[in-house]
């Protein structure tokens, strides 16, 4: 059995965290420098995918413990790959009215 190349726990990773629902724009502040984007889903109705580098598995775990701590409904969370460059530019988001 091959053996899979896993990350460590205290390695930053790029997650997308999807949930059902739109987040608040409070949010911003909490994420950090997540991409926020709300989308229509057809199964799902509103979804909120939340996009960018966690700093380690604690950090992750904090993120997913205020998600369920405000009520939110966690549909994924994903690990996507190491992080990207970090870039300067303030996160986007297209949270909407």
């Known amino acids: ?5 896993l990350p460590s726990v205290s390695e930053p990773g790029m997650y997308r965290i999807r949930v059902a629902g739109r987040l608040g724009p409070g949010w911003a502040d909490r994420v950090g420098d997540m991409l926020i984007a709300v989308h229509q889903d057809e199964a799902r109705g509103t979804v909120t995918d ?19 701590a405000r009520g939110h409904v966690l549909l994924s969370v994903q690990r996507l790959g190491a992080p990207q460059n970090q870039s300067t530019e303030k996160p986007k988001s297209t949270m909407g009215p």
């Open 1 to 5: 059995m091959q053996k899979l190349d």
């Open 50 to 68: 939340l996009t960018g580098t966690v700093a380690d598995q604690a950090a992750l775990q904090g993120l997913l413990d205020h998600v369920y």
